[in-house]
């Protein structure tokens, strides 16, 4: 297999680092093929804060991942979240020099160009710019216009964006791992593309995805991202309650809220005890399960109701913006026991626990489908996709310089002489292959910095 078959998502999380290597199937379906995992150490709720810890996280889950897969890994696409991340929605427009000529992906690009080169607070800097909704010459809602006719351009767009000085760290932890980074991508975008259904974009969902440090939130509308969020909060500040509260250590308190846990305090009787070794020696505590389970609801019903604010804050209590679709919940987060009883009762809506499994061949393991693997099957989706696309555009850009030169061809077939090499010195003079050469350019262009990386890609997998 080609190295430019496979592609690789690296999930940086607070509590692990997971490496996932996966390909397409002949059914279209994406087909894990390796998947390593070790132990966060330099990543405090989505930030890196130790630099050398983190790079040892990254090359032991790609180690792993390769020794699983058997595949050297060069190109990842990485997953960026963490506290500094925040959106806003921003509208522009351009005015096209030839409104006689339809609308191209030029326009489009030069357009989302213009909304990168926004001025942000210092230190700042634009993950992604989304477009939601096109505008030409004043029709709105249209959410395709590539081949229509007009002046005036415009658009909303959903901006992403972070601080830049997290943004390098991450990149040089996975140089310094020995790594190409081919992509930065929101984590909570790349959730959403892994337990998401198109009907439930299309009718308005929520995906909550519960990590060890934050939080992330996706809003989907009419199939078009509306709001993202990155909440502070998540798994470990639970177990950093339970270990204050019952006055154990970090690990003990870890396996309890996964072995015991309930985000439901009534589910628990009070006679139901779980005994604790003791340190060193020490007498072994005695812990009621309904106190561990009061501990665990106090903490999550605060970060459900941080996440429901976020949800009122994009408009949902309007008729237009209702999410018929409800919330999905995934992430580490998601496994707890009662927590989609108690989201549903918080927030009045309709919830599931979103697996991975929407777009995963079935000849994939059980634990590659958890929601604890959620981002990192999205982000080898979204590399998987960029690669597509990108050898579907280097066969269109080939495609329309052969139908170029065949009309030159033809001249040549029809009024050339019998000394082929004269004419073609002749042709050598003329500007109109200059033309053509620009034009190819300028087309270029458009997808400079996808076709850079693809070239780079196969230039490494030689």
């Known amino acids: 297999m080609e190295q430019k078959e496979i592609a690789v998502g690296l999930d940086i999380g607070t509590t692990k680092i997971v490496a996932m290597i996966g390909k397409r199937n002949e059914y279209g379906k994406v087909e894990i093929i390796g998947v390593g995992r070790s132990k966060s150490l330099g990543v405090h709720r989505g930030v890196v804060n130790n630099i050398t810890q983190t790079i040892q996280s990254i090359q032991q889950a790609i180690q792993e991942a390769e020794t699983d897969s058997g595949f050297q890994i060069k190109n990842v696409v990485v997953g960026i979240a963490g506290q500094h991340i925040r959106s806003l929605q921003h509208s522009d427009y351009i005015t096209r020099a030839n409104p006689e000529e339809v609308i191209d992906s030029e326009d489009i690009y030069q357009l989302c160009n213009q909304v990168h080169k926004l001025v942000m607070l210092p230190g700042e800097e634009i993950i992604h710019v989304l477009p939601q909704e096109f505008k030409v010459d004043g029709q709105a809602e249209i959410k395709e216009p590539i081949g229509m006719y007009g002046g005036r351009l415009e658009a909303n767009f959903h901006v992403v964006v972070g601080q830049v000085s997290s943004i390098r760290n991450i990149g040089r932890c996975v140089k310094s791992a020995g790594l190409d980074l081919s992509a930065i991508t929101l984590e909570p975008l790349a959730s959403a593309n892994a337990v998401l259904s198109q009907e439930e974009k299309e009718a308005g969902v929520a995906l909550i995805d519960i990590g060890g440090g ?37 690990k003990q308190a870890e396996l309890l809220k996964i072995k015991f846990g309930s985000a439901w305090p009534g589910e628990n009787k009070d006679n139901e005890i779980v005994s604790i070794p003791g340190l060193r020696g020490r007498e072994p505590k005695e812990i009621t399960l309904k106190n561990l389970s009061k501990i665990i609801h106090a903490r999550v019903v605060e970060i459900i109701e941080q996440v429901y604010l976020e949800i009122k804050n994009y408009g949902h209590e309007e008729q237009k913006k209702k999410l018929i679709g409800g919330l999905v919940l995934t992430g580490g987060g998601a496994k707890l026991k009662h927590l989609k009883q108690l989201v549903e009762y918080i ?17 994939n393991d059980e634990e590659t489908t958890s929601p604890i693997f959620a981002t990192a099957v999205g982000l080898v989706m979204n590399s998987l996709d960029n690669t597509k696309r990108e050898s579907q555009e280097e066969v269109v850009l080939s495609d329309q310089k052969s139908a170029e030169k065949k009309p ?17 010195e002749e042709e050598q003079t003329e500007p109109e292959p200059n033309l053509e050469q620009s034009e190819d350019h300028k087309r270029k262009s458009i997808f400079d910095r996808w076709a850079e990386k693809f070239k780079d890609f196969l230039d490494n997998a030689e």
Do not use: Y
Not at 348 to 363: C, K, Q, V, W, Y
Not at 408 to 424: G, R, Y
């Open 408 to 424: 030159e061809e033809q001249f040549q077939e029809k009024f050339v002489d019998e000394e082929p090499e004269e004419i073609s």
């Open 347 to 363: 927030t009045g809506m309709d919830t599931r626990i979103g697996f991975p499994n929407e777009h995963l061949a079935g000849s």
């Open 214 to 250: 934050t939080t992330d939130l996706a809003i989907f509308k009419d199939g078009i991202i509306r709001h993202t969020a990155v909440i502070p909060f998540g798994g470990n500040v639970i177990t950093e309650d339970i270990k204050e509260g019952c006055s154990i250590i970090e």
